[in-house]
């Protein structure tokens, strides 16, 4: 698969310049290629291309904002995926002065790629003004545009710019957000749970308190208020357990949790198994495990997963899984003991070790719950 920095080149930005020289003559695609793949090209993100890309644009596009933005929301009509955020960014560098104007570009914009990341730079500009603007967006027809609102205005929206106003105070996104929680389209309740969910990592009293006033009035809802409170749930929040039906169950506990693979190679996976015991009725249950993983101090630190989300009845239940040790981004790796931990709506139900080796693993298959 190709870097994602790689759907900027040479033959993309040709084809953006000639469907600008239709609409403007004067307009050089070659010339504009040539400028936007100028140093740093070579080595820059995505991002930075993106940006290099917008910035090319000013440089051939008439200096009249309304006219050069008019052109580029009838060029982008031709074309459709996330490299195209090039056009928005174009209005987010050329538009602050002309703000009506630039607003209305990036609601057209958005249908085409998405006008999330642009956005912020005019909420930051006059947050007051930008959200009046977000919130008629909220009600229209179209779900890009409502969906523009929702994830243009998260406050720690991943690759875009922070904004502080709404860390500190959510009360004017969750206005925003209240009334799309049960909204038509999954692609807006998506980013409406994401939004809170971000929310709920500075607030998340006030999340719980949206959850308590809308659980149970329907499906949508339900939906969109458990996917938002899933860095609740996983960090084990007692009062997001409880709401999600999560409470503590004295009469269930696990038993025999064993490692079955005692020395781990990287690239390679723990195994193990244990018992589910319910000695009552039948009960919701969350089972995760916790991984404590060891880090360059020596010292260890845990990251949770969850095992299962549903109703175990009266009984014992056997559990066997496998969690794979591979390389990702986010984790470097130490060799060493780590330790295993299981929890039964968010409570520790036990803990064993075992040893990472940093040796290469041969390849294994994966193993399931019974």
Known sequence: MLPLRDLYNERMLLDVGEALRELHPAFDPQGFAASAMEEPWEKASFKERTRLAALA??????????????????????????EYILFPDFVEL???????????????????????????????????????????????????????ATEGSRPRLPWGQRLPMFVRDPGPTLALLEPLLADESEYVRRSVANHLNDIAKDHPERVL??????????????WTLRHASRTLLKQGHPQALRRFGFAPAAQVSAHGLQ?????????????????????????QLRLEYEIGFVKASGRRAGKRFKLSERVYPHGSTPVVRSHAIKPITTRKYYPGLQSITLLINGEPQGELGFELTMEPAAAGGEAAEG
């Open 94 to 148: 050329f538009g602050l002065e002309h703000r009506e104007t630039a607003m209305d570009a990036l609601a057209r914009l958005t249908r085409r790629s998405t006008s999330e990341f642009a956005v912020r730079a005019f909420l930051l500009a006059d947050p007051a003004w930008a959200m009046e603007r977000l919130g008629r967006w909220s009600r229209d027809p179209d779900e890009h545009v409502r969906r523009l």
């Open 57 to 82: 644009l000013g440089r051939f596009l008439p200096p009249s904002f309304p006219e050069a933005a008019a052109l580029v929301c009838e060029a982008a009509e031709r074309f459709r995926g996330l």
């Open 209 to 222: 308190e949206l959850a308590e006033r809308h659980l149970g009035r329907d499906a949508a809802s339900d």
């Open 259 to 283: 490692v079955l693979t005692p020395v781990v190679p990287f690239g390679g996976r723990l195994e193990f198994a244990f018992e589910i015991r319910n000695e009552g009725e039948p009960v």
